[in-house]
C-alpha cells in the first residue's frame, strides 16, 4: 500500500459515458493536486474511487457486488479509502453506505471537487461522510484534470438536460443544463492543443442545445467554426446531438470547417412514431431521416452512428419492425443497442406493457444481425480507399498476435492496420498519424495490411514514448465571445441522449 515515500496511491474506475470518463479525469487531476500519485498496476492503493452510471439496471448490481468483493481488503486494511461518486450515488446516496458500510465517502455529480476534503474528513472522523448536493458547486471546467490519452482530448461544453425523456434518469442525477461560455470552452482546447493533442470531442448531454442558458441558438455551430481557427488542432468531433435541435447551420458548420471530423452520432432511440411520442422524443421518424439526409448531402462520407433501445414498454411487432424499416433507411456505420432498462424515478418504470424478456432478446438479435449486415456492407465500400489514422493506444484486442497497431480514420472508423511501409525514423507510436490503404472489412471494423504509404510522428506521440499524459488547470469563467483563444500555459505531465 502506498509507496516507500508514503505517499498514498489512487486508483478510479469508471463506468457509463464519456461523461463520466471525462469526470474521472478531473477527479485523478484533483487527486494529484491534493499530493496523491497514481498507483501502479501491481500495488493495491490506498484510495480507490468509483465514479458510477445509473442509466441501466445491471450498474447497481455491478457496483454492490464490486464493493462487497472489497470488504475483505478493507477489513484487512482499515486505513484503505473506497469513495463512490457519480450518477449512482446522486441516486442512492445514504443506501451506498447503507448497504456497504465499510465504504468512506459517497459524493454526488454536483460536487466533485469535494472530494480531497470529503476524505480528509472521514479519515480524521473515522466515519463515512455523505455529501451530494442538489445543485452544481463549481463548473467541472474549473477543476484540474490528468488526462488519460496524449493524442485525443475531452472537452465539456455543457451539463446537464431540459429533455424529459421518459426513459431516462440523467436529467434528476446531472440537473438542468447548464452551459460553459465560448471562450471558456476555447481556452480549455487551446490549452489540450498546446500539450500536443490533436483531437478533441465536445462534450454535452444535448451537444447541440448549447447556448440556450445565454440566449444563442447558433452558439453551437459557432463553435464549432472557431474550433476550426485554433492552429495545431486536426480533429474536432462531438456527442451526443438531439435531432430536435439539430439545425442546419450546424450542418453547414460541420461541412465548411476542415477539422470537423465527417461524423455524426445522433440517437434514434425507435423508428416508430408511437414510441417516440411516449419516449417524449420531440421528433419523429421522418424528421429524424431527413437531417441524415442534408448530413450526407453537405458530406457524402459521413459516417452517422445511432443508439437504439428494443422493448420499451407498449413497442409491438409493428412498432418493431418501424424500427427496423428506418434502420434499413437510415443506413447507419454502426449502432449501439440496449434493451430497455427500467429505471425507479423515470415516468416510463410507471408504464404497462413492457414486453416479454423473450421478445425483447429476439427483436434485439433481430436487430443486431440487420446492422451488421448494413455496416459490413458499407465497410465493405471502403475496401481499396486510402485513410488517414491517428493511432490510438489499447483500441485492438488481438494487435499482440497480429502484430498490428489500431487507429481511428476521421470518420471515426476503427481500423487495424500494419505497421510497415513508408516510415519516418523510429517506430509508428499512438498518437502519429499514419497513411494506409483499406484491404478488408468487417462489420465493426476495417484491415489495412498492406504497406504504411506515409506517417508523421507527432508531439503527442513524443509524450506518449515518454509516458507523459497531459494535466490541464481548471479553466476559469470566460467571455461569451468567439475565436481563436490566445495560447494558454499549462503545468507538465454520455449517456447519449
Known sequence: MGTSSGVKTYEVRTYGCQMNVHDSERLSGLLEDAGYVRASRDVDPDLLVFNTCAVRENADNRLYGTLGHLRPAKQHNPDMQIAVGGCLAQKDRGEIVRRAPWVDVVFGTHNLGSLPTLLERAR?????????????????????????????????????????????????????????????????????????????????????????????????????????????????????????????????????????????????????????????????????????????EAMPDAAITTDIIVGFPGETEEDF???????????????????????????????????????????????????????????????????????????????????????????????HFTPVGDLVEGEVRPGDIVHTTVTRAAPHHLIADGEILAHRRTVAGDHWERGQRPKTSGVGLGLPSFGAPATESTSEQGCAC
Open 124 to 296: 480524521h472522523n473515522r466515519e463515512a461522510e455523505v455529501e451530494i448536493l442538489e445543485s452544481l458547486e463549481t463548473f467541472p471546467s474549473t477543476l484540474p484534470a490528468r488526462r488519460e490519452s496524449t493524442y485525443s482530448g475531452w472537452v465539456s461544453i455543457s451539463v446537464g438536460c431540459n429533455n424529459t425523456c421518459t426513459f431516462c434518469i440523467v436529467p434528476s442525477l446531472r440537473g438542468k443544463e447548464k452551459d460553459r461560455r465560448p471562450g471558456e470552452v476555447l481556452s480549455e482546447v487551446q490549452a489540450l492543443v498546446s500539450e500536443g493533442v490533436l483531437e478533441v470531442t465536445l462534450l454535452g448531454q444535448n451537444v447541440n442545445a448549447y447556448g440556450v442558458e445565454f440566449g444563442d441558438r447558433y452558439a453551437f455551430g459557432k463553435l464549432l467554426r472557431s474550433c476550426g481557427e485554433i492552429e495545431g488542432l486536426e480533429r474536432v468531433r462531438f456527442t451526443s446531438p438531439h435531432p430536435r435541435d439539430f439545425t442546419d447551420d450546424v450542418i453547414e458548420a460541420m461541412a465548411e470547417t476542415p477539422n470537423v471530423c465527417p461524423q455524426l452520432h445522433m440517437p434514434l432511440q425507435s423508428g416508430s412514431d408511437r414510441i417516440l411520442k411516449s419516449m417524449r422524443r420531440s421528433y419523429r421518424s421522418e424528421r429524424y431521416l431527413n437531417i441524415l439526409s442534408k448530413v450526407r
Open 321 to 415: 419492425q418501424a424500427t427496423l424499416d428506418v434502420v434499413r433507411r437510415a443506413r447507419f456505420s454502426s449502432a449501439f443497442t440496449f434493451q430497455y432498462s427500467r429505471r425507479e424515478g423515470t415516468p416510463a418504470a410507471e408504464m404497462d406493457g413492457q414486453p416479454p424478456k423473450e421478445v425483447v432478446q429476439e427483436r434485439y438479435e433481430r436487430l443486431v444481425a440487420l446492422q451488421n449486415e448494413i455496416s459490413w456492407e458499407l465497410n465493405t465500400e471502403l475496401v481499396g480507399r486510402d485513410v488517414e489514422l491517428l493511432v490510438a493506444e489499447g483500441e485492438g484486442r488481438k494487435n499482440a498476435e497480429t502484430r498490428r497497431m489500431s487507429g481511428r480514420a476521421r470518420d471515426g472508423r476503427l481500423v
